[in-house]
């Protein structure tokens, strides 16, 4: 089983839509959790950190369930300019907080 | 402010040859992290320095290995080039250790033939 999880997809979503994405993480120990939005060729930006209580900012909300070993990333009323890869990102305690990327989930938003 | 910038912004090179990436990182922030992504797959982890010092390292080859400069920049170099290592090379810098957030650079593409 792969540390970090994430379905590729592509989400195909109209505008306007509420779409959500998983990832799951292998590592009990892993303590701090992060999404990334990539656009294509373009280099990873941070778009939040997740909090174990869930965070969110404007139309992003992020949710953390340590019981199940997962985050989980929600995008209300999604525009055009939403359409990217979102990764998400785990790193694990024990010094070195290593981070382990997800390959990515793709995101199409569409008129 | 700058973000973090990194040269050259492209490259290619042969089989068998050396390569050196460079990076300097967000003013004020004092560690840097290496990554390697190939197409479809998110990065992976290479190093991170911090004051200086490695303070982490992934699961690549000895043909790979990086130094933090005084004034925080950083260079990664990679020896005996292969086909496999053709990527998108990504330079992030954070406050201090990893357990920051990070920001990165634009990336070099290195295209091995």
């Known amino acids: 089983r792969k540390e970090v999880e994430q379905d590729p997809g592509p989400f195909n979503v109209p505008e306007g839509a509420t779409v959500a994405f998983n990832c799951t993480y292998s590592?009990?120990?892993?303590?701090?959790f992060f999404w990334y939005r990539q656009d294509c060729r373009k280099e990873p930006k941070l778009l939040m950190s997740?909090?174990?209580s869930g965070n969110e900012d404007g139309r992003f909300t992020a949710q953390l369930n340590r019981a199940s070993q997962y985050i989980s990333l929600l995008i209300r009323d999604s525009k055009l300019s939403d359409s990217a890869t979102y990764l998400c990102?785990?790193?694990?305690?024990?010094?070195?907080?290593?981070?382990?990327f997800g390959r990515g989930t793709s995101l199409i938003v569409h008129p | 402010d700058a973000g973090v910038t990194q040269s050259p912004t492209h490259l290619i090179k042969t089989r068998g040859q050396h390569v050196t990436l460079r990076c300097s990182p967000i003013?004020?922030?004092?560690?840097v992290s290496w990554y390697q992504q190939v197409l479809g797959q998110g990065p992976q982890f290479i190093f991170q320095?911090?004051?200086?010092?490695?303070?982490g390292r992934g699961n690549f080859p000895d043909r790979f290995s990086a130094r933090q400069f005084p004034n925080y920049s950083s260079e990664l170099n990679v020896n005996a080039l292969l086909l496999g290592d053709s990527a998108l090379y990504l330079c992030?810098?954070?406050?201090?250790?990893?357990?920051?957030?990070?920001?990165f650079g634009p990336g070099t593409r290195l295209t091995v033939t």
């Open positions: 590592n009990s120990a892993s303590q701090s």
């Open positions: 992030a810098s954070s406050l201090r250790d990893l357990s920051y957030e990070q920001y």
């Open positions: 997740v909090y174990s």
């Open positions: 003013s004020g922030h004092k560690s």
């Open positions: 990102v785990v790193k694990k305690s024990g010094g070195s907080y290593i981070p382990t």
């Open positions: 320095y911090y004051e200086k010092e490695e303070r």
